[in-house]
């Protein structure tokens, strides 16, 4: 698990100074505290951080180059199916000179190039640099669990596993005002774009080549497509498949040469993990948990019921409020983007309390999209109600003022179309909220739309299975930076069982009747491992890992100054918005009403993270503290 980072030049003779590559490499060195290094030759710099994982001698050092010295790679991430993938390797006559699953993948593409991916079980970032051909190849994983950013100025392509890093090769930060209204309705720009003019994701599933500056982008993983292929093909019992392929997934991200432990909420999913885990490992299993002063918001004694079941090593871990502004502002930074979530700073506390004990954490994020488990699913099951509802329900709820889920569905519904609900299902500021403070009309989302258009095709009429199969490709996406960038930024390595890709395409391929049949949510997964977990968990109703945003923003003094900045502060008081109507929000939230909770948070999130990584950049030069 490491930082990269690197440099191509179109001039074939171009030496890329040390101090270049090493600046941007030292940028991420919360990811990679154990070691450093970079490969520097004419046209190409590479650059690592490295987070010991497997085999944790120097021979695991990187980037590494083959004995020829054709190929040499920069790489972050676990591939954990290795060793499998290392005995095919050895039958062909490689030789290995370390343990690392780094060089599997190094021998493995300059045996068969790009199509090596399909082979590859884990989550990776990788950069390969083929120095006879002088080409760099840079891949993603199928899900996106690893990060990957390129900027392309002067004739060079820049890559960095974080866009701070990229910033540091010169390139310049500046927000892109095109992204205001998807920020603000989805938290977060989905598919290449970011919040960064010049700079662009490597998108999921995908890998370039990049070769005297000419830039080529292929799509090699299509959910869609894997989904088609595997219904011919589909289980005889899914609920003894699952079973055996969620323990078998838990059982490959077990591997490590560190300690290993999970992150356990007292939900569902981590709980299934930790249960999982439990059985392989024995009792002693460290588990991490958050506790908040809020009964509404506090899972502890479930985790706390799932430790005793499985007899884990239960550690918990609760924040005074006293500092949250501060942890804001950190986790901006290493975000690098606004905070979607509103827990993303629990998740980096908890890590940088975990790793005092374990560099390994197994989570339970994806489960939610692959299973239909969140409650904002539920509508989408009678799309012939929700046609008849539309003309008068959410004038019905507006006449009685009624808050809570009733007003949200009211609120959906007055978008006008089944698509558009299916669209906007994620989001808890909607177009009319925009309009309202000045925001011109919403315009269309391209990405999201494309996304959408290959979920009905994949699903016509199931509305639930489109809005799953969308929130793979984005809400998911935001959520797996998240989990990303606040572990990481703890030098912790996180693991998700539950986005195995024999999971999630045979998941995709089954009939909603096993995937969400059922009274319950999560029909598969309590009908074959629910009698793993204690009976308060499977009866218990689904929070998720909240946060009370609005009560910190409205009493907790240094986030109530901030709210009322609003209006004042970068970039906010230059976007699209206009200021006595946003003022008048501002005041209203503050006197208490609901309504604008969603915005004001998005708002914030928004204002902090600008003042981390455009005003403050001179954080950057204290990277070396966060390490």
């Given amino acids: 698990m490491c930082g990269i980072c690197g440099i191509a030049s179109s001039d074939p003779g171009r030496i890329i100074a040390t101090r270049e590559v090493v600046a941007m490499r030292d940028l991420l060195t919360h990811r990679g505290p154990d070691d450093a290094g970079q490969f520097i030759a004419p046209g190409i710099a590479l650059g690592s951080r490295r987070l010991s994982i497997i085999d944790l001698?120097?021979?695991?050092?990187?980037?590494?180059?083959?004995?020829?010295?054709?190929?040499?790679?920069?790489?972050?991430?676990?591939?954990?199916?290795?060793?499998?993938?290392?005995?095919?390797?050895?039958?062909?006559?490689?030789?290995?000179?370390?343990?690392?699953?780094?060089?599997?993948?190094?021998?493995?593409?300059?045996?068969?190039?790009?199509?090596?991916?399909?082979?590859?079980?884990?989550?990776f970032a990788i950069a390969i640099w083929d120095s006879q051909e002088r080409t760099l190849f840079l891949a993603r994983d199928r899900m996106g669990v690893k990060p990957l950013y390129y900027a392309v100025q002067n004739e060079e392509l820049i890559f960095a596993s974080e866009e701070k890093s990229i910033l540091a090769a010169g390139v310049v930060a500046e927000f892109d005002s095109t992204t205001w209204q998807e920020l603000m309705c989805f938290r977060y720009v989905a598919g290449e774009q970011t919040p960064y003019v010049g700079i662009k994701r490597v998108l999921p599933g995908h890998y370039l080549l990049w070769k005297a500056g000419a830039l080529q982008i292929t799509r090699w993983w299509n959910l869609a497509e894997r989904a088609r292929d595997l219904q011919a093909s589909l289980p005889a019992d899914p609920f003894a498949w699952f079973k055996q392929t969620l323990d078998s997934s838990v059982e490959l991200r077990r591997i490590s040469d560190v300690p290993v432990g999970v992150l356990l909420s007292g939900g569902l999913d981590s709980s299934s993990v930790a249960a999982s885990l439990a059985l392989r490992t024995g009792s002693g299993l460290?588990?991490?948990?958050?506790?908040?002063?809020?009964?509404?918001?506090?899972?502890?004694?479930?985790?706390?019921?799932?430790?005793?079941?499985?007899?884990?090593?239960?550690?918990?871990?609760?924040?005074?409020?006293?500092?949250?502004?501060?942890?804001?502002?950190?986790?901006?930074?290493?975000?690098?983007?606004?905070?979607?979530?509103?827990?993303?700073?629990?998740?980096?506390?908890?890590?940088?309390?975990?790793?005092?004990?374990?560099?390994?954490?197994?989570?339970?994020?994806?489960?939610?999209?692959?299973?239909?488990?969140?409650?904002?699913?539920?509508?989408?099951?009678?799309?012939?109600?929700?046609?008849?509802?539309?003309?008068?329900?959410?004038?019905?709820?507006?006449?009685?003022?009624v808050n809570g889920r009733l007003r949200k569905l009211g609120r959906f519904l007055r978008l006008g179309s089944n698509r558009d609900f299916?669209?906007?299902?994620?989001?808890?500021?909607?177009?009319?909220?925009?309009?309202?403070?000045?925001?011109?009309?919403?315009?269309?989302?391209?990405?999201?739309?494309?996304?959408?258009?290959?979920?009905?095709?994949?699903?016509?009429?199931?509305?639930?299975?489109?809005?799953?199969?969308?929130?793979?490709?984005?809400?998911?996406?935001?959520?797996?930076?998240?989990?990303?960038?606040?572990?990481?930024?703890?030098?912790?390595?996180?693991?998700?069982?539950?986005?195995?890709?024999?999971?999630v395409e045979m998941l995709s391929a089954l009939p909603s009747s096993v995937v969400?049949?059922?009274?319950?949510?999560?029909?598969?997964?309590?009908?074959?491992?629910?009698?793993?977990?204690?009976?308060?968990?499977?009866?218990?109703?689904?929070?998720?890992?909240?946060?009370?945003?609005?009560?910190?923003?409205?009493?907790?003094?240094?986030?109530?100054?901030?709210?009322?900045?609003?209006?004042?502060?970068?970039?906010?008081?230059?976007?699209?918005?206009?200021?006595?109507?946003?003022?008048?929000?501002?005041?209203?939230?503050?006197?208490?009403?609901?309504?604008?909770?969603?915005?004001?948070?998005q708002f914030v999130m928004i204002a902090v993270w600008h003042r981390a990584c455009f005003a403050s950049r001179a954080r950057s030069a204290r990277v070396a503290s966060l390490g």
């Avoid at 827990?343 to 994020?365: C, F, H, M, P, W």
């Fill in 57 to 123: 001698s120097d021979r695991g050092h990187m980037p590494m180059t083959t004995e020829d010295g054709r190929y040499s790679i920069t790489y972050n991430g676990e591939v954990y199916n290795f060793r499998e993938l290392r005995s095919l390797l050895e039958d062909r006559g490689h030789r290995f000179r370390s343990d690392t699953d780094t060089e599997v993948v190094l021998r493995l593409y300059s045996d068969e190039g790009p199509a090596m991916l399909a082979r590859l079980n884990g989550m």
């Fill in 286 to 401: 460290a588990s991490f948990t958050v506790r908040f002063d809020e009964p509404g918001y506090d899972e502890g004694p479930l985790a706390q019921q799932v430790a005793d079941r499985w007899k884990l090593e239960y550690h918990e871990l609760k924040l005074a409020r006293a500092g949250l502004l501060e942890l804001i502002r950190e986790a901006s930074w290493l975000n690098d983007e606004p905070l979607v979530h509103g827990n993303d700073l629990y998740l980096l506390a908890i890590s940088k309390y975990a790793r005092q004990r374990v560099t390994v954490l197994l989570s339970g994020e994806g489960a939610d999209e692959t299973l239909g488990g969140y409650v904002r699913y539920r509508p989408l099951r009678f799309p012939s109600l929700m046609n008849a509802g539309r003309p008068v329900f959410p004038g019905i709820v507006s006449a009685l003022n």
């Fill in 422 to 503: 299916v669209l906007f299902n994620a989001s808890d500021v909607l177009p009319e909220d925009l309009m309202s403070i000045g925001s011109e009309r919403v315009r269309r989302f391209g990405f999201r739309e494309s996304v959408l258009d290959e979920a009905a095709a994949l699903y016509p009429g199931d509305l639930i299975r489109q809005a799953m199969y969308s929130d793979h490709r984005t809400f998911l996406s935001s959520i797996l930076d998240r989990n990303d960038r606040m572990t990481m930024g703890a030098s912790i390595e996180c693991r998700v069982p539950f986005l195995d890709y024999r999971l």
């Fill in 516 to 601: 969400l049949g059922g009274t319950k949510s999560k029909n598969i997964l309590r009908q074959s491992v629910g009698d793993r977990l204690p009976e308060d968990v499977r009866r218990h109703r689904k929070w998720g890992f909240a946060v009370p945003w609005r009560d910190y923003l409205r009493n907790d003094e240094p986030l109530n100054e901030l709210v009322r900045a609003l209006p004042d502060v970068q970039p906010i008081k230059e976007g699209p918005f206009d200021c006595a109507k946003l003022r008048s929000v501002v005041n209203q939230f503050l006197l208490g009403d609901s309504r604008y909770d969603a915005m004001i948070v």
